[in-house]
């Protein structure tokens, strides 16, 4: 071969090389706390969500995505391990504590993960339990980091709220949340998106979105913002929208019998409630759920703006964005306000995941799914090898083709357990109690068939079981 030959030859081979090697991905990771699939882009109509229908529009919407506890700690401990864990609010808390004592037994984080292999790793708001990720009694003490070694940074802007934990369930302009029965359950003040605690955190998502464009390393960015949660406080132009909107009637608003994971709505029910309950006033009902409905458009408007600010500094093509909510919420169904139960409407949330291997984009995957994939669908889409710890499946065949089949998702709580699967829902409770409900059946979650259909719940409480023991 002549010195000209080989010289193209050589130059050739550089070429395939560099074309074969991509820039690593970042990542915006995009919690919302307490929201339901109450989305136009999910089948919710009369919802005003046009930034988060725009992901589901450039992307995938998984409209069959449950999460794998119906609480903020224990769902957001899956999402963030890759691994089934403790069903209470302290699971991630308790996870530290095990670092510290017996580090050789907890496995890495996602975002510990991610920043073990080059990735620059920040949260914002309300990513972890505790907006912020700090223990203490204001969760604003640096002694106790609640995910150790996850994060770079961990940022919680509390503006006039003084700390996260006022921030949390903070109304307008300051207000704090001193005694429940005393914080209004619902307000709507006029003023800029700053007056409620989601204001400061997106703000603070923006500039670390510009800073972090700048560097010259891929990054991991967890926003959290804490609306719909309660207190549903949100600026007037949002509950304006459902001005004259009417709302579509509760379905199954009947208190289900025994065995059941119905609850009082404790969490609900201690606001400040002008002595209204929504069960028996269908009035009060509506506008609670009016109020819910302009804090996920409140949440909308923030959404927008993050995704915004990727355009606008060049990397929205190099960003893999995920927006994820933490848990479903009951707005009546079942006689329930708020979460906590087994039922579909606690555990059902919406997933949308934004990335060049999305094919057929704006085509909804309606295959079931569980939050325990996150993890290693993040892993593939960047090109990171997926650790053996991380259980879930990628979800990266169905970002290729929307019509590969999902499969069964788990979930739990401290006295019961689900699973559910393309047809039905088992909640199998720890005194031996069975729940099995037909999706496929007009009466859905209101018919318990478990001794009409014996032989199905066995076999699904088997499944469920071997789920669950696939950690230990």
């Not at 995938?60 to 609010?89: D, E, I, K, M």
Request: proline share 8%.
């Amino acid at each position: 071969m002549s010195l000209h030959n080989f010289r193209y030859s050589l130059f050739a081979l550089l070429l395939i090389a560099c074309s074969a090697w991509a820039a690593p991905k970042n990542v915006l990771l995009i919690c919302v706390d307490d929201l339901r699939p109450e989305l136009k882009s999910f089948g919710a109509d009369y919802i005003h969500s046009p930034n988060i229908d725009k992901l589901a529009a450039t992307g995938r919407a998984f409209t069959r995505h449950y999460v794998n506890a119906p609480s903020c700690g224990p769902s957001r401990y899956t999402l963030l391990t890759g691994q089934y864990g403790p069903p209470h609010n302290g699971a991630l808390f308790a996870r530290a504590e095990q670092l510290a004592t017996k580090p050789e037994t907890v496995d890495p984080s996602m975002p510990e993960w991610f920043r073990k292999n080059g990735y620059t790793t920040v949260s914002v708001g309300k990513v972890s339990h505790h907006p912020g990720g700090r223990g203490g009694r204001d969760w604003d003490d640096p002694s106790q980091p609640e995910m150790p070694n996850a994060w770079d940074k961990h940022l919680m802007p509390s503006a006039e709220w003084q700390h996260p934990r006022g921030a949390m369930h903070g109304l307008a302009h300051g207000s704090i949340r001193k005694k429940a029965s005393e914080h209004a359950l619902y307000e709507a003040v006029e003023g800029p998106n700053s007056i409620y605690p989601d204001g400061p955190i997106a703000q603070e998502g923006l500039k670390q979105i510009e800073s972090l464009a700048k560097a010259d390393k891929p990054f991991f960015l967890a926003v959290g913002l804490i609306r719909p949660h309660l207190p549903f406080g949100a600026p007037k132009r949002f509950l304006d929208l459902y001005e004259g909107v009417e709302l579509p009637p509760i379905p199954h608003p009947e208190k289900p019998g025994k065995p059941s994971t119905w609850h009082g709505s404790g969490e609900f029910m201690k606001y400040q409630r002008w002595g209204k309950n929504p069960n028996n006033d269908p009035k009060f009902a509506d506008e609670v759920r009016r109020h819910y409905a302009a804090c996920v458009s409140y949440v909308d408007e923030h959404v927008g703006m993050l995704v915004e600010k990727l355009e606008a500094c060049g990397i929205a093509e190099d960003t893999i964005i995920v927006l994820w909510g933490d848990h479903g919420w009951h707005l009546g169904e079942h006689a329930i306000w708020g979460k906590h139960a087994l039922f579909e409407e606690s555990l059902h949330a919406p997933l949308i995941v934004v990335a060049p291997e999305v094919e057929q984009t704006g085509t909804a995957a309606g295959g079931v799914v569980e939050t325990i994939d996150i993890f290693p669908t993040l892993c593939d889409l960047a090109g990171l090898k997926t650790p053996d710890f991380a259980s879930g499946r990628s979800l990266l065949p169905m970002l290729q083709n929307p019509a590969v089949a999902g499969h069964a998702a788990v979930a739990y709580r401290s006295k019961a357990k689900t699973i559910r699967t393309d047809r039905y829902r088992l909640i199998a409770h720890n005194d031996g109690g069975k729940e099995l409900y037909d999706h496929q059946s007009p009466g859905k979650e209101t018919v318990n068939i478990a001794e009409a259909k014996p032989d199905i719940a066995k076999a699904l409480e088997k499944h469920l079981k071997a789920k669950l023991n696939r950690d230990k």
